[in-house]
T-cell receptor
Framework: EADIYQTPRYLVIGTGKKITLECSQTMGHDKMYWYQQDPGMELHLIHYSYGVNSTEKGDLSSESTVSRIRTEHFPLTLESARPSHTSQYLC?????????????FGSGTQLSVL | AQKVTQAQTEISVVEKEDVTLDCVYETRDTTYYLFWYKQPPSGELVFLIRRNSFDEQNEISGRYSWNFQKSTSSFNFTITASQVVDSAVYFCALSEALFGRYGGSQGNLIFGKGTKLSVKP
């Protein structure tokens, strides 16, 4: 149903590498989010955006950064990956359906930093 | 501070059994929203329901039903006649209601830790 894509699906990298997790949606949604999810744990909001050129930090402090140059694209970057960054990262976008804001999630990127 | 507690980490049932997933929340807001999301093995979260704090009517959608009790700060989710395809992690979430400069009426979601439901044939 949802047209929101995350790449890569899995990523294993060494410490110190710079990485970018891609997130794209073709639904024209203005609001987008990044969540971090550790195994068996709740999702924590790390970044969100209201639209082009808008980026906000979420509830959980993160060393990652995001950008929103185009509506459909909301990449997340880690300048120097560390083992503590090992986690699943979920991207989402939202739209209003009547009075409800509905989130659509991507399949996630499972990141392992060695 | 807002908090969502899902005390059941894992539940295992046999197909056709009914199962209830518990969700208890904490908030100081008088107006808020509650949600349930399903995360199947494929990873993406799927929206199931949103309920606002003004509406304590229980809701039924097919085999799914939700029991919102403001007095006990609970928003429990029941699956009737469970099926193998119901196997997933289910997350309860809470958001404040707000009317910001960008419009809209929903703050960012606070998720519980999830309940992993396994339905065996």
């Amino acid at each position: 149903e949802a047209d929101i894509y995350q790449t890569p699906r899995y990523l294993v990298i060494g410490t110190g590498k710079k990485i970018t997790l891609e997130c794209s949606q073709t639904m024209g949604h203005d609001k987008m989010y990044w969540y971090q999810q550790d195994p068996g744990m709740e999702l924590h909001l790390i970044h969100y955006s209201y639209g082009v050129n808008s980026t906000e930090k979420g509830d959980l402090s993160s060393e990652s950064t995001v950008s929103r140059i185009r509506t459909e694209h909301f990449p997340l970057t880690l300048e120097s990956a560390r083992p503590s960054h090992t986690s699943q990262y979920l991207c989402a976008s939202s739209e209003w359906q009547g009075s409800n804001e509905k989130l659509f999630f991507g399949s996630g990127t499972q990141l392992s930093v060695l | 501070a807002q908090k969502v507690t899902q005390a059941q980490t894992e539940i295992s049932v046999v197909e056709k059994e009914d199962v209830t997933l518990d969700c208890v929340y904490e908030t100081r807001d008088t107006t808020y929203y509650l949600f349930w999301y399903k995360q199947p093995p494929s990873g993406e979260l799927v929206f199931l329901i949103r309920r606002n704090s003004f509406d304590e009517q229980n809701e039924i959608s097919g085999r799914y039903s939700w029991n919102f009790q403001k007095s006990t700060s609970s928003f429990n989710f029941t699956i009737t006649a469970s099926q193998v395809v119901d196997s997933a992690v289910y997350f309860c979430a809470l958001s404040e209601a707000l009317f910001g400069r960008y419009g809209g009426s929903q703050g960012n979601l606070i998720f519980g830790k999830g309940t992993k439901l396994s339905v065996k044939p």
